[in-house]
C-alpha cells in the first residue's frame, strides 16, 4: 500500500481547488458565465438566454459572479447597465472546458434515437450540464479531499483517509462520503479492504490540475478588471445554439465560449472535445432532470 502523505504544497492546491468549486458549485453559476462567455450584454439580453431563470434567480447569481470577482457590472446610465467577464472570468472558460470534457467522456448518457437515421445513440448532453453534474459529484463537503488523498497515495484505508481528509472527525464519519463516491463510481474497494481511484476517479488528474492552476494565479494578473463605465456597448448580435437533450430543460439560444489560453488542454478519449460553436445545438421538448451520479446521471 502506498503512504505517500500529501505536502504543505499539495494541501494548499486542495485548498484552492475546493474554494472554486464552492464557487461553481451553486447551480445555474456556470450558465451564467457560459452565457456571458463571448460577448458583453445587458440584463434583458442576458434573461432570454435563460429563459428558465426568474428574475429572484438570475439576479442573485449575477451579484453572486460579480461579488467573486468572474462577472463585472458596468454602469452606463441608470438604465443602461452591462456585464461581463473579467479577465478572470475569462480565465476560468478553459478550466470549465476540461470539466465538461471529463463529463461527457465519464457520465453516463441515455440512448436517444438519431432523427435522421433512427439509430440508438448517446443523447447529447449541454457542456454547462455536464460541468453542472460533475460539480454535484465534485463539490460535497469531503468528496474532493478524498480524492485528492486517494490520488497522492494511490490506495489507502478508511482510517488513513480519515486522518488526511477529514482531521478532527471520527473514523465512522469517513465511511458516509466513501460510499457515495463508490456509488458514484469514482473509487473502488472497502468491505475490509483499502480504497482505490477508479478510471473516472483517476481521469479527474487534469481537471483538478487545471482548477488548481486558475486558483493560483496572483490577484494582479488574474483579476484584473476593466475601467467601470469603459468598454464596448452592448452587442445586439446573437450567437449560435447551445447543446441541449432532452433529459435537460429546452434552453435558449446562448454564446459559444471564447478561448483565454488554456492553462490546460484535455480531449477526452472517448468523447468529443469541446470546440467553439459546439456548446449548444437544436432545441428538443424537455422532460424532468434526472438524478445526478457518477455512472448515473
Known amino acids: 500500500m502506498a503512504t505517500t502523505v500529501p505536502t504543505p504544497s499539495a494541501s494548499h492546491d486542495l485548498s484552492g481547488v475546493t474554494k472554486t468549486l464552492d464557487l461553481l458549485a451553486p447551480r445555474w453559476s456556470v450558465w451564467v458565465l457560459m452565457t456571458l462567455s463571448s460577448q458583453t450584454l445587458r440584463y434583458a439580453e442576458i434573461k432570454p438566454k ?3 431563470l426568474a428574475d429572484g434567480q438570475l439576479h442573485p447569481r449575477l451579484r453572486h459572479l460579480t461579488g467573486a470577482g468572474l462577472v463585472e457590472r458596468t454602469e452606463y446610465a441608470p438604465r443602461h447597465v452591462t456585464y461581463g467577464l473579467t479577465s478572470r472570468g475569462a480565465a476560468l472558460m478553459p478550466v470549465l472546458a476540461t470539466i465538461a470534457s471529463w463529463g461527457d467522456t ?3 448518457k441515455d440512448l436517444v ?3 435522421n437515421t433512427g439509430e440508438m445513440e448517446p ?3 449541454a457542456p454547462a450540464q455536464n460541468i453542472d453534474d460533475a460539480l454535484a459529484l465534485l463539490a460535497p463537503r469531503h468528496a474532493t479531499p478524498i480524492l485528492w488523498s486517494l490520488q497522492a497515495r494511490g490506495s489507502a484505508t478508511a482510517k488513513s483517509l480519515a486522518a488526511d481528509a477529514m482531521p478532527g472527525y471520527g473514523l465512522t464519519a469517513v465511511y458516509k462520503p466513501l460510499e457515495r463516491l ?3 463510481g469514482l473509487i473502488t474497494g472497502g468491505d475490509s479492504g483499502d480504497y482505490q481511484l477508479s478510471a473516472s476517479g483517476r481521469a479527474l488528474t487534469p481537471v483538478f490540475q487545471a482548477i488548481s492552476v486558475w486558483a493560483a494565479a496572483p490577484p494582479a ?4 478588471r476593466r475601467p467601470r ?3 464596448p456597448a452592448p452587442s445586439q448580435n446573437r450567437s449560435g445554439p447551445w447543446a441541449t437533450t432532452s433529459a435537460r430543460r429546452t434552453t435558449p439560444e446562448a454564446p459559444a465560449v471564447r478561448s483565454a489560453g488554456p492553462a490546460l488542454t484535455t480531449t477526452s478519449p ?3 472535445a469541446w470546440k467553439a460553436g459546439d456548446l449548444f445545438s437544436h432545441q428538443i421538448p424537455a422532460r424532468p432532470v434526472l438524478p445526478t451520479g457518477g455512472p448515473r446521471r
Not at 494578473?221 to 484584473?224: C, G, H, L, R, S
Open 50 to 52: 435563460l429563459p428558465w
Open 106 to 108: 465519464y457520465l453516463e
Open 113 to 115: 434515437a438519431n432523427m
Open 123 to 125: 443523447e447529447r448532453i
Open 182 to 184: 463508490a456509488a458514484d
Open 221 to 224: 494578473e488574474a483579476d484584473a
Open 229 to 231: 463605465g469603459l468598454g
Open 270 to 272: 472517448n468523447g468529443p
